[in-house]
T-cell receptor, first 112, second 115 residues
């Protein structure tokens, strides 16, 4: 079945460091891929998405490229800020069903 | 524009009891999805409601049931609570059915503790 595997955390970085959070998926056909962010005490917020191979989603300095050949959707940011501290979830959805499959989440802490 | 709201924020129940969680969808959204998020895990899809009908269900037993009302708000009911039901329950609304067809907007969740 469809599933997502993402890099285990926690990840701790200094401010202005480069961030990569790995995400790989298993799915038939062409799923849509998402990154959601969950700040403490809040619900999930969509960070970015990509709906077809080679699409790049981007938002707030974060980027991820839909790589069908490696079944990956790694999240990157060139220079993290303390305010980026949160839990990040990779997710996929398939046009043939209505559920969204999430990874286990990666907790990021950015220190000043 | 009001976002997705959920009530209550926290709830404590004992094993065997029943619970009802509520969700108000974002204005103009006709689809509501419910997720269970255990501690340290990603959300797991429970079911989706579209225009008052169940429109997809995840791998949850029948004691998890739901409703959607004409104003598109929704309830999640869980009967015969078990300790493993302790989790954060998230509601998400969207403009149309299907997880890939439109963005899902999540509420802050209801934290359920079963003792």
């Amino acid at each position: 079945g469809n599933s997502v595997t993402q890099m285990e955390g926690p990840v701790t970085l200094s401010e202005e460091a480069f961030l990569t959070i790995n995400c790989t998926y298993t799915a038939t056909g062409y799923p849509s891929l998402f990154w959601y962010v969950q700040y403490p005490g809040e619900g999930l917020q969509l960070l970015l998405k990509a709906t077809k191979a080679d699409d790049k989603g981007s938002n707030k300095g974060f980027e991820a490229t839909y790589r069908k050949e490696t079944t990956s959707f790694h999240l990157e940011k060139g220079s993290v800020q303390v305010s980026d501290s949160a839990v990040y979830f990779c997710a996929l959805s398939h046009p043939n069903n209505n559920d969204m499959r999430f990874g286990a989440g990666t907790r990021l802490t950015v220190k000043p | 524009e009001t976002g997705v709201t959920q009530s209550p924020t926290h709830l404590i129940k004992t094993r065997g009891q029943q619970v009802t969680l509520r969700c108000s969808s974002q204005s103009g959204h006709n689809t509501v999805s419910w997720y269970q998020q255990a501690l340290g895990q990603g959300p797991q899809f429970i079911f989706q409601y579209y225009r008052e009908e169940e429109n997809g269900r995840g791998n949850f037993p029948p004691r998890f049931s739901g409703l959607q009302f004409p104003n598109y708000s929704s309830e999640l009911n869980v009967n015969a609570l078990e300790l493993d039901d302790s989790a954060l329950y998230l509601c998400a609304s969207s403009l149309s059915a299907g997880a890939s067809s439109s963005e899902q907007f999540f509420g802050p969740g209801t934290r359920l503790t079963v003792l």
